[in-house]
Nanobody, 123 residues
Framework: VQLQASGGGLVQAGGSLRLSCAAS????????MGWFRQAPGKERRFVAA????????LYADSVKGRFTISRDNAKNTVYLEMNSLKPEDTAVYYC?????????????????WGQGTQVTVSS
């Protein structure tokens, strides 16, 4: 599976962005998908995950109520809708795929990674 993240950019605090992650391959619909982020000088951290069907989602406490993960298996794409953005959301955002399909917080369980897209939130 190859993943291509897009949609990042510069936005003011309180604004919104939608990230997309397009996947190649016929097995996309069987994979769980996750979003992680990495701020400068910090480790990569979990943001959100969605199981293979879209029926189960997980969120980091820091983004609950502001971010929404969704997927369109017909388009081989997963999305991250980000609202009420804060300067502390500034990071490179990565999408990832987990062949187990259930969705997980654990970074080590993801098999494939996209290249990352920069999100910068100004105060």
């Amino acid at each position: 599976v190859q993943l291509q993240a897009s949609g990042g950019g510069l936005v003011q605090a309180g604004g919104s962005l939608r990230l997309s992650c397009a996947a190649s391959g016929r097995t996309f619909s069987t994979y769980a998908m996750g979003w992680f982020r990495q701020a400068p000088g910090k480790e990569r951290r979990f943001v959100a995950a969605i199981n293979w069907s879209g029926g189960t989602t997980l969120y980091a406490d820091s983004v609950k109520g502001r971010f929404t993960i969704s997927r369109d298996n017909a388009k081989n794409t997963v999305y991250l809708e980000m609202n009420s953005l804060k300067p502390e959301d500034t990071a490179v955002y990565y999408c990832a795929a987990d062949h187990r399909g259930r969705g997980t917080y654990f970074i080590g369980e993801y098999d494939f990674w996209g290249q990352g897209t920069q999100v910068t939130v100004s105060s």
